[in-house]
């Protein structure tokens, strides 16, 4: 089965650090583009990060830009996302997401939500002030 399974997230306080996981099942991770999505309560989902086979140039939404690191390990078919310095309108649930078949994040917008095709499940991260 096709497949992207998130994990790490929970309770943190202002200033701290999470790093959640994206694992990936059924397909191969030799060409993948991988996003980071987050959804706080009643706002939009927005981009967070992408990372891609081809280029392994990382994007960041602006509001995390400094704070956040995203990386991959293709042995452990994983990407990671690196929180720091959390804020807590970084609350939010946590999604990673891939373009299948693809080795590139999406061009010109990386974190055009359409473009992604396959989700995980989401991980809630709660930042307390």
């Known amino acids: 089965e096709v497949q992207l399974v998130e994990s790490g997230g929970g309770l943190v306080q202002a200033g701290g650090s999470l790093r959640l996981s994206c694992r990936a099942s059924g397909f191969t991770f030799d060409d993948y583009a991988i996003g980071w999505f987050r959804q706080a309560p009643g706002k939009e989902r927005e981009g967070v990060s992408c990372?891609?086979?081809?280029?392994?140039?990382?994007y960041y939404g602006d509001s995390v830009k400094g704070r956040f690191t995203i990386s991959s390990d293709n042995a452990k078919n994983t990407v990671y996302l690196q929180m720091s310095s959390l804020k807590p309108e970084d609350t939010a649930v946590y999604y990673c997401?891939?373009?299948?078949?693809?080795?590139?994040?999406?061009?010109?917008?990386?974190?055009?939500?359409?473009?992604?095709?396959?989700w995980g499940q989401g991980t809630l991260v709660t930042v307390s002030s």
């Open positions: 997401a891939s373009v299948v078949a693809v080795s590139a994040c999406p061009t010109p917008a990386w974190a055009y939500i359409p473009a992604y095709d396959l």
């Open positions: 990372i891609s086979s081809s280029d392994r140039r990382p």
